[in-house]
């Protein structure tokens, strides 16, 4: 069975840095395209970004100069990183098997529990 | 970046009844990379749909999705009470970014 588990700070102040990690359980980070999605409260879905075994990282352009999504193939694991956050970037946000996959079935079919991620002053 | 319009924004049926979600998309998407979800309160989103019409992992058959080219539906034949939830189409084909619809809320009448 495979689990996405995610973790890292949930209370943020303006202009610091927002990092998740997500450990991948039941299966092997090398071989697909792992990332993240947000949903701001209330509201839906938006695409982050993700990475792969290689290092090949595809972003959403509204947050690339201020992301980066790095993975640890020995750790099983993959990791936001999005800099100087404001108030805009509160929401929840997911890791999921990426959407880079070249099997269909494989693309965003395990997600991660959620982690709220608040900035405020 | 292909937008996608889901319509309508909320409906409201009884248990037993059948539904269509509509997605329209701004520029053609190709099938393979159609999918959608299922959001109940509180949980992550969940795979129905991928490739446009193929149900994914442990999806009951009550989950129909179809259509091509810019024009995509999802439909539930006769909605179970753990149906109602948030549905949202997203698309990953051609270049990022990777879009969803903004949602359809199927709600108890």
């Known amino acids: 069975q495979v689990q996405l588990k995610q973790w890292g700070a949930g209370l943020l102040k303006p202009s610091e840095t927002l990092s998740l990690t997500c450990g991948i359980y039941g299966e092997s980070f090398t071989g697909f395209f792992w990332g993240w999605v947000r949903q701001s409260p209330g509201k839906g879905l938006e695409w982050i970004g993700e990475v792969n075994h290689s290092g090949v990282t595809n972003y959403n352009p509204s947050l690339e100069s201020r992301l980066t999504i790095s993975g640890d193939i020995s750790q099983n694991q993959f990791s936001l990183r999005l800099t100087s956050v404001t108030a805009a970037d509160t929401a929840t946000y997911y890791c999921?098997?990426?959407?880079?996959?070249?099997?269909?079935?494989?693309?965003?079919?395990?997600w991660g529990q959620g982690t709220l991620v608040n900035v405020s002053p | 970046e292909i937008v996608l319009t889901q319509s309508p924004g909320t409906l409201s049926l009884s248990p037993g009844e059948s539904v269509t979600l509509s997605c329209k998309a701004s520029?053609?998407?190709?099938?393979?990379?159609l999918a959608w979800y299922q959001q109940k309160r509180g949980q992550a989103p969940r795979l129905l749909i991928y490739g446009a019409s193929s149900r994914a992992t442990g999806i009951p058959d009550r989950f129909t999705g179809s259509g091509s080219g810019t024009d995509f539906t999802l439909t539930i034949n006769r909605v179970e009470p753990e149906d109602f939830a948030v549905y949202y189409c997203q698309q990953y084909g051609s270049s990022p970014p990777w879009t969803f619809g903004q949602g359809t809320k199927v709600e108890i009448k």
């Open positions: 999921v098997r990426g959407f880079g996959n070249s099997n269909p079935a494989s693309n965003g079919d395990y």
């Open positions: 520029q053609s998407v190709d099938t393979t990379y």
